[in-house]
């Protein structure tokens, strides 16, 4: 699958320091699969790190954009 390779690929880059090449990838993913969980909290995460604050809530509520129903979303939009 695609998008399983891109999570891939933006984690082995953000685990070698490339945070900017993982951003974009994320940023890929979110393209492809809009509000994909797995992409809006690891780049949220990122973003976290990076003291990006809005643009880490922004990414986060992504996900309940696309499915209110997702309780990581909203648990995730707490945490930040």
Known sequence: ???DYLLLHAGVLEANKQ???????????????????????????????Q???????QTVASINKHDADNFLGYYYQSKI
Request: hydrophobic share 45%.
């Open 51 to 57: 003291g990006k604050y809005d643009l880490a809530q």
């Open 19 to 49: 945070n900017t090449e993982a951003v974009m990838v994320y940023e890929r993913v979110l393209e492809l699969s809009p509000g994909n969980p797995e992409a809006a909290i690891l780049l949220g995460n990122l973003f976290l790190e």
């Open 1 to 3: 699958n695609n998008i």
